[in-house]
């Protein structure tokens, strides 16, 4: 499966930015979608993922109460909403596919095709 993410951009502290992930080859169905990111000089983080089937959500500690996934079954996207954006939410976002169990969806290891990367600026 071939993954594009999209929406990322420059956007003011306290702003919003919606992230689009689109899958071809194969639709998102009985697959968990996630989405991680990577600041600079820094290790990939997990932001917050979802499963097709059922709509089971996670989310890392730092985007809980701002950040919401969500699936698009009309368009076969998963988006990421992004909401009350602060600077250190600077980083190139990737979307992610993979069919982990509950206790793995916030790892890397867990996803097996990966997506180009877009990347979020948020400004003080």
């Known amino acids: 499966v071939q993954l594009q993410a999209s929406g990322g951009g420059l956007v003011q502290a306290g702003g919003s930015l919606r992230l689009s992930c689109a899958a071809s080859?194969?639709?998102?169905?009985?697959?968990?979608t996630a989405w991680f990111r990577q600041a600079p000089g820094k290790e990939r983080e997990f932001v917050a993922a979802?499963?097709?089937?059922?709509?089971?959500?996670y989310y890392g500690d730092s985007v809980k109460g701002r950040f919401t996934i969500s699936r698009d079954f009309a368009k076969n996207t998963v988006n990421l909403q992004m909401n009350s954006l602060k600077p250190e939410d600077t980083a190139v976002y990737y979307c992610?596919?993979?069919?982990?169990?509950?206790?793995?969806?916030?790892?890397?290891?867990?996803?097996?095709?990966w997506g180009q990367g877009t990347l979020v600026t948020v400004s003080s």
């Open positions: 992610a596919v993979g069919r982990p169990i509950a206790s793995t969806s916030r790892l890397e290891t867990a996803y097996g095709s």
């Open positions: 080859g194969r639709p998102f169905s009985g697959y968990t």
């Open positions: 979802i499963r097709w089937s059922g709509g089971n959500t």
